[in-house]
């Protein structure tokens, strides 16, 4: 198919009517700025000079502007959406003309742009149009389309739309209640009108590049139709030959995610290319699209382009709004310097910029803000040192806020600080600080008449699932079914309030608990094997719905942590399996879960985060020795060893160096992973730190003196028995010193 025969195409829209779905480069040759343009501009307005220009650059070109308006938001309330006078005033261009022409001859068009040149080149035209950009109007849309089969033209703002002949804060009304969704996926009933032209209509996609993970992107991925789809990628040039090779977009999209860590990936050709690889007629054109409307289509529909020059002039700067940028203080600029890198798992950035928030806070409360979220930020890589200065920063921001002034931000920090220390199994003082969150709430939070706060109660419904979450420890490490149920019940409490104001993330977090729970209560003492497999069952039922809510979030680092999970009961079921091929079908099944998660984080932008992806690989690689499958095991093992080793984490690398041990035949290779091995507890021993981390962590004193029998073992069956004495004396040492 060539662009002529697009042409063509499009000139059936009469009577083969067609939808289109249109993003920011549709209005780039009115002036208007493109995503990374507008994100730079709202960043430097909102950050100032905290940011240099590189920086400035970095977070716009991988943040979308919805997130980077959605922190501003909750920082500096709806004042920052006047940012968006950059979208008003402007002339509309060839791509509006032709697309209000299109909704005039009955077809309709998406985008999820918040400015009115397609309404603009209507007007221009004489033409009207129906209009949806709230979720009634979707509504009353569709209970019109279920009734009459066919509803004929319609523009349909997924994010809202900036209405012009309002005033102030009424004028970005909808857009604010867009950014709500943020974090809880495309609303309900935009979704399912997304999802009903996607399975009827050929698609046409022009100046979108398919980023918002967070909304539109999951409807058009999981959304199947056997429908034609026009994918239009902008290039400078004519349009070129359409691209519907299977094996060259393959090739495009698995070039872009294999690039390793610090490589700029190509987001819009792995989104674009997995959709078009989703469809069986899908075609990709690249090349200069809004030429090719302007110069080919525009002209043989007798559109007059020239009605343009009639539309007013652009507006002026708004004044009241850089007078009120100005006003933003040091404090708050740092604070969401620092919640944008965090977002994307710059964890040195973020914490230098709460740290510098910390400092410029006026007042305990800010102060206790600007430590609470440096904390957060010490809990992002799970890992002990991590979790003991998230400790410390939780504790700091308790000892200077003051009850009852303070006490919604003490009882935040106070859930957040249960759960780091059940995090780091400090189960009497998890149980102490999470009670006294919860009588806090109920006292202090929780509204007596019943009319219930959005935050206090989404708030109230984290306290619950830590709480719940610190039933679970109580009840693995005593393996009683009393604390697991209290648990299971506090969790699915949670569940139903978050539910009930569409969290969508935290109703997932909530299904996650609940799967952990469930997992556990399979292994008590006493429990049958139909008894345990139907727990199991039922967790596997929870995270496969939280992996689908997240995913249609754009949540992929909570879409893995459930993959883990899943590999957590796939495992379990294969201890149940008494069939030697139902084992080995459910240890494919864990390997599988762990190649999942792996994907996901691999779609986190700008990159994925390195120690869950060495996890991965080292959970795949321990299911290939399990498997027998040694060549393979070790492939995935040895990099991962290596990388562990540069990184300094020594109880990782000593777990490594165990498989590896087990998956070398050569007696020289086995002798020399059993010597790595020797040195390291070596090591061990000699440090005081190092010592206290294992008495502080019992998990890595089990699993030290697991290793070390086995690497016994092992120098005893290939006839090293000097070294097996040496390892069993290590083993005496180790134990004498940390018990």
Not at 268 to 283: G, H, M, P, Q, Y
Not at 392 to 410: H, K, R, V, W, Y
């Amino acid at each position: 198919m060539s662009s002529d025969m697009l042409l063509e195409r499009l000139k059936q829209i009469e009577s083969s009517q067609m939808t289109f779905f249109v993003g920011a480069g549709v209005s780039k040759d009115s002036r208007l700025p493109d995503f990374p343009e507008l994100s730079k501009n709202i960043i430097q307005d909102i950050v100032g000079d905290k940011l240099k220009q590189e920086e400035a650059d970095y977070l716009s070109q991988n943040l979308r502007p919805e997130v980077i308006l959605q922190i501003a938001v909750e920082e500096l309330g709806p004042n920052v959406l006047r940012s968006l006078h950059r979208l008003m005033g402007h002339r509309p261009n060839s791509n509006h003309f032709f697309l209000a022409e299109a909704i005039h001859l009955g077809n309709w068009v998406f985008t999820t742009n918040q400015d009115n040149l397609i309404e603009e080149a209507g007007r221009l035209m004489n033409i009207n149009f129906e209009r949806c950009y709230i979720d009634q109007h979707f509504e009353e849309f569709e209970r019109r389309l279920l009734a009459r089969g066919d509803v004929a033209g319609c523009l349909f703002k997924l994010h809202g739309t900036v209405e012009e002949d309002k005033q102030f804060e009424e004028r970005y009304r909808t857009i604010l209640m867009a950014l709500r969704q943020v974090g809880r996926g495309l609303s309900e009933p935009k979704r399912r009108i997304l999802s009903y032209f996607l399975q009827r209509f050929d698609f046409c996609f022009m100046g979108y590049s398919c980023q918002d993970d967070f909304s539109v992107t999951p409807v058009l991925l999981n959304t199947a139709s056997d429908r034609s789809a026009f994918w239009l990628s902008y290039a400078r040039g004519p349009m070129e030959e359409p691209l519907s090779n299977k094996d060259s977009l393959q090739h495009q999209k698995e070039v872009e995610e294999s690039k390793t860590p610090g490589e700029k990936r190509n987001w819009e050709t792995i989104n674009v290319n997995s959709f078009i690889l989703k469809r069986d007629k899908a075609f990709k054109f690249v090349g200069d699209s809004s030429r090719f409307v302007e110069d080919t289509v525009c002209p043989d529909f007798g559109i007059d382009t020239g009605l343009a020059n009639r539309s007013e002039p652009a507006e002026e700067q708004d004044e009241e709004y850089v007078r009120w940028i100005l006003g933003i203080s040091s404090y708050k600029r740092n604070l969401i310097a620092g919640r944008l890198y965090q977002s994307l798992y710059d964890l040195e950035k973020s914490e230098s910029f709460y740290k510098q928030g910390h400092d410029s806070a006026r007042g305990v409360q800010q102060r206790a803000i600007a430590l609470r979220r440096l904390g957060q930020v010490y809990l992002i890589p799970s890992t002990r040192d991590g979790d003991e200065r998230a400790i410390e920063t939780f504790q700091e921001a308790l000892t200077i806020l003051n009850e009852p002034d303070d006490s919604f931000e003490m009882v935040s920090t106070k859930t957040d600080l249960s759960n780091v220390l059940r995090r780091r199994r400090r189960f009497p003082e998890a149980t102490k600080y999470i009670e006294e969150a919860n009588q806090m709430f109920q006292k202090d939070i929780l509204p007596s008449d019943g009319k219930e706060d959005e935050d206090h109660t989404l708030a109230y419904s984290r306290c619950l699932n830590v709480f719940g979450l610190v039933h679970f420890g109580l009840g693995a490490d005593s393996k009683s079914e009393e604390h697991l149920q209290t648990g299971l019940k506090l969790c699915e409490k949670g569940r139903w309030l978050k539910e009930k104001f569409g969290d969508v993330d935290g109703v997932a977090e909530s299904d996650n608990a609940s799967a952990l729970i469930l997992i556990e209560q399979a292994r008590l003492p006493g429990k049958s094997k139909q008894k345990a497999a139907r727990l199991l069952n039922t967790a596997l039922g929870n995270l496969e719905r939280a992996i689908n809510a997240r995913e249609r979030i754009g949540n992929f680092r909570g879409c893995f942590q459930q993959c883990r999970n899943l590999g957590l009961a796939h495992s379990r079921m294969a201890n149940l399996a008494v069939d030697r091929s139902k084992k080995e079908r459910y240890t494919r099944l864990v390997r599988k879960d762990y190649e999942d998660g792996m994907s996901y984080l691999n779609r986190i932008r700008p990159e994925p985060p390195p120690g869950e992806i060495l996890e991965c690989q080292f959970r795949i690689g321990e299911l290939d020795v399990q498997l027998g499958e040694m060549e393979d095991a070790i492939k995935w093992l040895e990099p991962v060893e290596s990388k562990r080793r540069e990184l300094g984490d020594w109880h990782n690398r000593v777990r490594t160096l165990d498989l590896l041990r087990e998956a070398y035949v050569d007696v020289e290779l086995k002798k020399r992973v059993g010597s790595d091995i020797i040195s390291i507890y070596q090591e061990v021993l000699a440090s005081r730190e190092k010592i206290k981390e294992m008495r502080d962590t019992k998990i890595k004193l089990t699993n030290a003196k697991d290793i070390l029998q086995r690497t016994a073992g092992t120098f005893v069956s290939i006839g090293f028995s000097g070294l097996a004495d040496e390892v069993l004396r290590i083993h005496e040492e180790l134990v004498k010193a940390v018990e």
